[in-house]
């Protein structure tokens, strides 16, 4: 991602650009950059296609916007600057600028299973195409102070999509429940995101100025490479990664049916020691979460839940993520506090009680993340659904007063 936004360099001579070193591929006589970014794209490509033709395709909708961004980006980012030299590259300008915020949105789909896109994050990627299209030196008159500026603006919002991508990833970490997408997140974050970080930096320090060919060619190099391991582990070698990261839910498994009275001639088999287990485990969730109401405490972790259970962290998460469904630890904690607060307010009892106190009575730490779980789960907000219950007793009464 290195210097998509550059100054035009001086023509010198007879306004020929400066070329790369050449290298012989056979009868083809390309400088190496070209090749691996060539490499790179075709790659990208295969990638995009193998992900668009697998089903369930629209499930990874994010990782395909992803897939496209960096191919443009590979495309926008070689020195001759391609992207910059006519209005139909403009796609593909835009493309390579979009990139971190499909990064963004990747890990917040992949990694927190939310696919709500916030108001500011919009805003975000309506900037970072302006100002890449500002940046860009053959797409408009401008002063070159607007220029500079747009770029810079652009990479500092770029990086806090990135950032913001990386604290999300670390921050969530600890309550994801499925163990294969934890262990994957650091791959994917810590490397994409790490790079994404340091290009960027780099772009910021060289900004105006071309970076040296050696760089290019390693920054194409990595980029081609990156698309190549991810191809092979998603596809070819791990085609159950993509489920990993892009599966719904799985479905709550039953509970465990009663045992029955053996016939004399026919014995029943064995139970099954780790349904045994599993049936002890959930009836003490059951009875922390509903009975002593562990989720009130604000606090409430995987740890501190597995300690009060008295069971291992890891079979805790197998056993919420397995057999009640859920891949998230907040969202099965918030699936109770979300009840309670449902509770309240259909109890006239509570009638005048501010949502808010509500919310944290019920273990929400702050009102943000309760109205986003609230909307999520009601299709309202918490104001809309205690005034549609106040207006059912008034509507009653007038149906009754009319009889």
Request: aromatic share 10%; glycine share 8%; with cysteine.
């Amino acid at each position: 991602m290195l210097a998509v936004f550059r100054k035009r360099p001086e023509i010198p001579g007879f306004g020929e650009m400066p070329r790369a070193p050449r290298t012989k591929l056979g009868a083809m006589n390309l400088p190496p950059d070209i090749l691996v970014r060539v490499a790179g794209v075709t790659i990208g490509l295969v990638f995009l296609l193998a992900v668009a033709l697998s089903q369930g395709w629209r499930r990874r909708a994010d990782l395909l916007l992803l897939i496209a961004c960096t191919v443009a980006y590979l495309v926008c980012s070689a020195p001759s600057r391609p992207c910059c030299s006519t209005p139909l590259t403009l796609p593909l300008l835009l493309g390579a600028a979009g990139f971190p915020f499909a990064f963004w949105r990747l890990a917040r789909v992949a990694l927190e299973d939310d696919h709500a896109v916030p108001a500011w994050a919009w805003s975000g990627l309506g900037f970072l195409l302006l100002t890449a299209a500002v940046a860009a030196p053959d797409y408009g008159p401008a002063p070159q102070a607007l220029r500079t500026g747009s770029a810079v603006a652009n990479k500092l919002v770029a990086l806090g999509f990135v950032a913001g991508a990386l604290v999300a990833a670390w921050r969530s970490w600890d309550g994801d429940l499925v163990e294969p997408r934890r262990r994957l997140r650091w791959w994917l974050m810590a490397y994409l995101g790490g790079y994404g970080l340091i290009v960027m930096a780099g772009e910021v320090y060289l900004l105006g100025e071309r970076p040296p060919a050696w760089l290019d060619l390693v920054n194409a190099g990595a980029i081609g490479s990156t698309l190549w391991v991810t191809l092979l582990y998603f596809i070819q070698l791990r085609s159950a990664a993509l489920e990993t990261l892009f599966a719904p839910s799985p479905p709550a498994a039953p509970e465990p049916a009663p045992a029955v009275e053996a016939c004399a001639d026919e014995p029943l088999p064995a139970p099954i020691p780790s349904a045994r287990s599993d049936a002890r485990m959930l009836a003490r969730l059951r009875e922390l979460m509903e009975d002593e109401r562990a989720f009130l405490d604000p606090d409430l972790s995987v740890q501190i839940l597995a300690k009060r259970a008295g069971v291992p962290e890891y079979a805790l998460r197998r056993l919420i993520n397995e057999r009640l469904g859920y891949r998230n630890f907040a969202a099965y904690v918030n699936e109770h506090r979300l009840r309670e607060v449902e509770g309240r307010l259909r109890d006239p009892r509570w009638a005048k009680r501010p949502i808010l106190s509500l919310a944290l009575e019920a273990g929400f730490g702050s009102i943000g993340p309760f109205n986003r779980a609230f909307r999520q789960r009601y299709g309202k907000t918490p104001t809309e659904f205690r005034a549609e219950l106040e207006q059912v007793p008034h509507a009653s009464g007038e149906a009754r007063a009319s009889g």
